[in-house]
């Protein structure tokens, strides 16, 4: 057991790691504008003091090793400093946002988990029949498009024609939970959809790779029913290979938030980031790539250690 | 009871029996659940329902149709071997091959094809279609039809030469590194572990707020970002190849590291690179008409395709389907590229699932 909690906590050191070369990369790729901040932000027009007086109010004048770890240990207190254009402290603007993605991620987790597991169990079953084959090509149907053109179709179908849902998804502090629900379906459902496909298609190639092992076809042949090889036999060794699915497709989730953010003006921490981008205001900038990068290398983490924990072979790398 | 209610169930019903009488049971199947599926939908969605089933039906059809005709056409023009190899693919793969060809001419013949400029205005504001306008114009009066002609060739040109540099780098990288060995080995390795430890979409924003967004940044920030992944599998690849005995003697001959991997490896790794070059281009694209769609892509007044369905996003709280034109292009480009993809992956892995 002593070996298994080292083997954790090595892969969680690795993770730590990670994530440290990722923040001075964020960090220092700012450090790669030409000239520097105060002068990219004020624009060519600036005079050389309004520059300076940003350059000290930045604490620009101190070498940018000195600057990462400030920026870093006040990262890790959950503090980003102030932004470029408005002033206001960027963790403020940034803490209810960021809950706000991450309800809209669990909410189209939620939904989506169950749905592609019990779908992908189904599809890898009745594997090579019309209904996988219509499956593949929804699946891929739905992978291939952009998550705005999912969007936009639900808003105009469930939207618009219809008017069953909200085509914007504003929230206000005093919705009771249901309404929020209501408003955040479509934004919840579009994640839902490229979820959905992806998690279907590799639980379907996780089950397909363990109906191929022999013991399976060992177990066929002694005679036992179809739906006890199914539970017995292999869901107990598909549970390793189930949790990395999930794991990886919440990451995935990460990124297509920003996307479906925009196109339903959610008020989240994907749509903070782009706006941030078009005004140039780094801090904020930092701050969301930080956030977004820290949670994608969390839940690859959970994967890995899933992985570990679920299957002993991993155990003893060879 | 109209007309075009009973003809519909007529015909279902009479395809079905036809399939039940020549025993073919997968399409009788299929064709006697639509007509039970159809009692549903008729009764909740009424004769609009059944039009759209119909209409989804015939489209599905047409496409199978054209898929069918085009691969027979492949098969007529192309040499023997390729024939053979034609011959075994799936009418999802051929209609892939089709949409990408009509897609390259669109591309290649955009001026010829496209009754006005791209960045030319013609007449007000989302105007109407008239006959004059395929699809209507824009919010600054462009026609959208001929906009998404040239968007074929600015959009899926603009993929094409990051995925192809993206391409280059990463598979440069990997044969180099299961050549070589060593640090350089390790220091590539971990230098992709970085890269794609950090969500796609997320280092693209960073580093497009830093350096701008003019097309050659885009280009090679996005061959950056995903250069690592054709890296992994290059290595992999040809890490197999290295250790086989064919290399051990070219060793012993004499050859150069180059010479190992033009002509050793090179020849001997071909169909997962190609299968790999066109999921990179999908994502690629994704991705690109993602940035475009923010605002951060092509910059107006070219036409792209992910910066059409931003602009006219207005027409669509209209009830308007014209903005979804654009984004349905990028999808059926993706998914068509996507089809061949599978194909090829199939049949070069030699992946039979029982």
């Known amino acids: 057991m002593g070996d298994l909690t080292s083997l954790v906590f090595k892969r969680l050191g690795l993770g730590l790691l990670t994530l440290l070369v990722v923040s001075i990369l964020i960090f220092f790729a700012v450090e790669l504008l030409p000239g520097d901040i105060a002068q990219a932000v004020l624009g060519q027009g600036a005079t050389e003091e309004t520059v300076n007086a940003m350059r000290q109010q930045l604490g620009l004048d101190r070498p940018a090793p000195v600057r990462y770890l400030d920026w870093l240990a006040g990262a890790v207190q959950g503090d980003f400093g102030v932004s470029l254009v408005s002033g206001d402290r960027v963790s403020s603007a940034i803490s209810e946002r960021f809950i706000n993605t991450l309800f809209l991620a669990a909410y189209a987790a939620a939904i989506a988990v169950p749905i592609s597991i019990v779908l992908g169990v189904v599809v890898a079953l009745l594997r090579n029949t019309l209904f996988d084959r219509v499956a593949n090509v929804l699946t891929l149907t739905s992978i291939s498009s952009p998550e705005f053109f999912l969007g936009y179709i639900l808003i105009l179908y469930l939207s618009v024609k219809t008017g069953m849902f909200p085509a914007l998804a504003s929230l206000k502090s005093d919705m009771g939970f249901f309404e929020l629900l209501h408003r955040t379906f479509l934004p919840a459902l579009t994640l839902v959809l490229v979820v959905t496909a992806h998690m279907m298609r590799m639980t379907r190639a996780a089950i397909i790779n363990l109906l191929a092992s022999p013991y399976i076809e060992m177990a066929r042949l002694k005679g036992t029913p179809p739906w006890k090889v199914i539970v017995r036999h292999a869901l107990p060794n598909a549970w390793a290979p189930i949790i990395n699915v999930v794991a990886l497709n919440l990451a995935y989730l990460i990124t297509g938030v920003v996307l479906v953010e925009v196109v339903f003006v959610y008020p989240g921490i994907g749509q903070l980031l782009v706006d941030a981008v078009a005004k140039r205001d780094f801090p904020i900038v930092q701050a969301c790539c930080l956030i977004f990068a820290a949670t994608f290398i969390l839940l690859n983490l959970m994967a890995d250690v899933g992985a570990i924990l679920t299957n002993p072979r991993l155990r003893h790398p060879k | ?354």
């Open chain 2, 1 to 354: 009871m109209s007309i075009f209610v009973i003809g519909y169930y007529a015909a279902l019903i009479a395809a079905s029996c036809l399939a039940a009488y020549y025993k073919k049971h997968g399409a009788f199947m299929l064709l006697f659940s639509l007509t039970l599926v159809s009692f549903i939908i008729g009764i909740i969605g009424g004769v609009p329902a059944l039009r759209a089933v119909t209409t989804f039906a015939g489209a599905l059809a047409l496409a199978a149709g054209t898929s069918y005709a085009f691969k027979e056409f492949l098969i007529l023009i192309s040499k023997p071997a390729l024939a053979k190899e034609l011959r075994t693919a799936p009418l999802t793969a051929s209609f892939g091959m089709f949409v990408i060809f009509t897609y390259a001419i669109a591309a290649i013949f955009a001026p010829w094809i496209a009754p006005h400029g791209e960045s030319e205005v013609i007449s007000s504001a989302f105007a109407p279609p008239d006959e004059n306008m395929l699809l209507g114009a824009d919010q600054l009066g462009r026609d959208i039809f001929s906009r998404i002609i040239y968007g074929a060739r600015n959009s899926v040109g603009l993929a094409l030469v990051a995925t192809l540099l993206a391409f280059f780098m990463g598979a440069f990288a990997g044969l180099m590194a299961a050549v070589k060995g060593g640090w350089f080995d390790q220091l590539m390795g971990r230098l992709a572990d970085v890269i794609m430890s950090i969500p796609s979409l997320i280092f693209a924003l960073l580093m497009l707020s830093i350096f701008g967004t003019n097309l050659g940044v885009i280009v090679i920030v996005v061959a950056v970002i995903y250069s690592p992944r054709v890296f992994r599998l290059t290595r992999a690849v040809a890490g197999n190849i290295v250790v086989m005995d064919y290399i051990e003697a070219a060793k012993l001959r004499g050859e150069g590291d180059w010479y190992l991997i033009r002509r050793e490896i090179l020849p001997n790794s071909t169909a997962p690179l190609v299968a790999e070059f066109g999921l990179e281009f999908c994502f690629v694209f994704l991705l690109i008409a993602g940035l475009s769609f923010l605002g951060l892509g092509i910059q107006p007044p070219t036409a792209d395709w992910g910066s059409m369905v931003r602009e006219n996003a207005t027409l669509i709280s209209f009830g308007d389907i014209t903005p979804l034109i654009p984004a349905a292009a990028i999808a059926l480009l993706t998914v068509a590229v996507n089809f061949v993809v599978d194909w090829m992956l199939f049949r070069s892995s030699g992946l039979k699932e029982q």
